[in-house]
C-alpha cells in the first residue's frame, strides 16, 4: 500500500518531458544534433551550432505550438517534401540517426525498459510495442506518425542552416524564412478548417438546479476505471458492474473532454469545467494547482470531506485532496493495492466524497494494447475488486444513504492505446450511477460531459457548485422526489 514517494511524483513529472510530445520534439532534436555534431562541439565549434539553432527557432515554437491531432498529422510531410524540392538533399546520416534514436528511445526504452522497471511488463515487450508505436495517434512522444516528420524537418533545417553558415553564405537564410511563412500557411489553414472534432463546451456555468440547502445522500463515492474504452467494457465478462447497470441508470453518450489526457479529464471532472479555465491543458503541467474552485473546495464550504485516491500526477492538480499510491508496481497488483488503500481511508477517515482511480486498465492498453485479451482481463479484475469493495461497505451499512459512480476518465485507441486527440474509441466512456435516488434501468441517449460530474456531486451532498462549474446536474438519473426544480 506504498504511497508514491516525493521522488515518484518528480520523476514523473520529469518523465513528462520526454512522454509528451510537445517538450520532446525540441529536447529530441537538440539532443539528436549534439550527438551528431559531437566532435565539432568538444573542439569548440560552437558557433555555427547555436546560430544554426537560433535561426530554427521560429520552426520549433511552430511545432511546439501546433500539435497536427489524428489526420492532420498526413499533412506533416507536404512540409518535409517542399524542403527536398527547394533545399539541398538533407544529411542522410543525421536523418538515419534521428530515426534511429527514436525507434530506440520509444520501442525499447520507453515500451520495454521503462515499462519493465515499472510494472513488470517482460523483455520481449518491444515485439508488440513497434506496432503500437507506428499506429499510436495520441498526443505523446510515442506517435511516430507526428514526430518523424516533425524532427526530421528540424533536423534538415537546423543542419542546412549550420552548412550555409559555414559556407558563408548568410543571405541564403532569407530562403529559410520564406519557406518557414509556407509552413505555417500550411499548419493555420489545416487547424483552422479541418480541426472540427473537439467537443463542444457549455457556455453557461451550473444554473440549472439549485444546490439544494439539505443534502440528498450522506456520501458519495466515485471509482473512475482509468482509461476503459467502452466497447471493450461491453465485449468483457462483468458481472457486478452489469449489475449496477441494470440498478441504476447509465449514460449512453457521455463524452470526455478535449485533450483526453488523464490530468485534464480528472482535473475537468472534478471542477466541472476545461483546461481553459482549470490551466490543466496536458499531463505535462508547468504550474501547479488547479486556477478554480475544485468539489473538494465547495465541501469544505458546508464542512464536508472529499478525498481523491490515485496516481501522483492528480497530486499535480489537486494537491492535499489527494491520497497517492506509487505507480511503479507489478501490473498484476497495481488495482489489488489500489483497493486496500481505498478500503483503509474509508475506514480511517470515512470521507463524505471518495473518488477511487483504477490504473491497471490504463496500464495495460498503454503497455500491451487495448485490442488484445490482456485489456479484458483488467477490466474483469477491476469488475471483482470494484464488487469486493462495494460489498464490503455495504456489510457496514455504508452504501444505505450512498450514490455510487462508475466511469472512465476517457477511452483508449487502438495505438499504444493512446488517447488525447479522441480518435475513435477515446471520446465516449463508460458512465453510471445506482443509489437510493437514482432511477432504476434507466437509460439516457442525450449527450453529456464529464464536467457535470461536479455538479451533480455537489447537488447529491448539499455543497454549492464550485465557481467554475459548467455541466448540468445529471438531473436525468434522479428519482422525482429528488429532482426539485426551483
Ligand atoms: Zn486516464
Redesign the pocket.
Known amino acids: 500500500m506504498k504511497s508514491a514517494s516525493k521522488f515518484e511524483k518528480i520523476a514523473a513529472r520529469g518523465w513528462n518531458l520526454l512522454n509528451e510530445g510537445k517538450p520532446f520534439t525540441p529536447i529530441f532534436v537538440v539532443g539528436t544534433m549534439v550527438l551528431f555534431h559531437f566532435q565539432d562541439l568538444l573542439q569548440g565549434d560552437i558557433f555555427p551550432f547555436l546560430i544554426g539553432l537560433l535561426f530554427t527557432l521560429p520552426l520549433f515554437i511552430l511545432y511546439f505550438y501546433y500539435d497536427f491531432p489524428l489526420f492532420l498529422r498526413n499533412y506533416l510531410w507536404i512540409p518535409i517534401i517542399g524542403y527536398l524540392l527547394i533545399f539541398d538533399s538533407p544529411n542522410l546520416a543525421l536523418w538515419g540517426l534521428g530515426i534511429g534514436l527514436y525507434f530506440f528511445f520509444t520501442v525499447f526504452f520507453w515500451g520495454t525498459f521503462y515499462y519493465h522497471l515499472r510494472i513488470r511488463t517482460d523483455w520481449l515487450n518491444f515485439t508488440r510495442f513497434w506496432k503500437l508505436v507506428l499506429k499510436n495517434s495520441d498526443s505523446t512522444s510515442g506517435n511516430a506518425q507526428e514526430q518523424l516528420p516533425k524532427f526530421l524537418l528540424l533536423l534538415a533545417v537546423w543542419d542546412g542552416i549550420m552548412t550555409i553558415l559555414s559556407a558563408d553564405e548568410m543571405f541564403q537564410t532569407i530562403s529559410y524564412f520564406s519557406f518557414y511563412g509556407g509552413v505555417f500557411a500550411l499548419a493555420f489553414i489545416l487547424h483552422y478548417f479541418l480541426f472540427d472534432w473537439k467537443p463542444k463546451q457549455y457556455e453557461s456555468f451550473t444554473d440549472d438546479l439549485h444546490a439544494p440547502e439539505e443534502s440528498r445522500n450522506e456520501k458519495v463515492i466515485v471509482i473512475?476505471i482509468?482509461?476503459m474504452r467502452k466497447e471493450r467494457f461491453y465485449e468483457a465478462n462483468t458481472p457486478f458492474l452489469d449489475g449496477l447497470v441494470e440498478k441504476g441508470t447509465e449514460y449512453l453518450n457521455m463524452e470526455t473532454v478535449y485533450p483526453?489526457?488523464?490530468?485534464v479529464?480528472?482535473s475537468s471532472m472534478f471542477t466541472g469545467t476545461y483546461p481553459k479555465e482549470h490551466g490543466m491543458k496536458s499531463n505535462m503541467v508547468w504550474k501547479l494547482g488547479i486556477k478554480v474552485e475544485s468539489i473538494f473546495d465547495s465541501l469544505r464550504k458546508v464542512g464536508k470531506t472529499g478525498k481523491m485516491l490515485g496516481i501522483a500526477h492528480l497530486v499535480d492538480s489537486f494537491g492535499k485532496d489527494v491520497e497517492t499510491v506509487t505507480a511503479v508496481m507489478h501490473k498484476d497488483q497495481a488495482d489489488r493495492n489500489i483497493m486496500n488503500k481505498a478500503k483503509k481511508i474509508m475506514n480511517e477517515q470515512d470521507p463524505d466524497l471518495f473518488i477511487v482511480?483504477l490504473?491497471g486498465t490504463?496500464q495495460i492498453g498503454h503497455s500491451r494494447g487495448v485490442l488484445y485479451d490482456e485489456y479484458l482481463e483488467k477490466i474483469e479484475e477491476a469488475d471483482a475488486l470494484v464488487k469486493e469493495f462495494v460489498e464490503e461497505l455495504e456489510s457496514e451499512g455504508k452504501m444505505d444513504n450512498t450514490t455510487l459512480i462508475i466511469c472512465?476518465?476517457?477511452g483508449q485507441a487502438d495505438g499504444i492505446g493512446g488517447?488525447g486527440h479522441l480518435d475513435e474509441g477515446e471520446r465516449y466512456v463508460p458512465f453510471f450511477m445506482v443509489g437510493p435516488g437514482i432511477k432504476q434501468g434507466e437509460k439516457v441517449q442525450e449527450k453529456r460531459s464529464l464536467v457535470s460530474m461536479t455538479p451533480t456531486i455537489a447537488y447529491l451532498l448539499g455543497a454549492p457548485y464550485p465557481s467554475h462549474s459548467r455541466g448540468p446536474v445529471l438531473k436525468e438519473a434522479l428519482k422525482e422526489s429528488w429532482n426539485q426544480h426551483e
Do not use: Y
Not at 483526453?260 to 490530468?263: L, M, P
Open positions: 473512475v482509468d482509461g483526453a489526457r488523464t490530468v479529464c480528472f482511480q490504473i490504463d472512465a476518465d476517457h488517447h
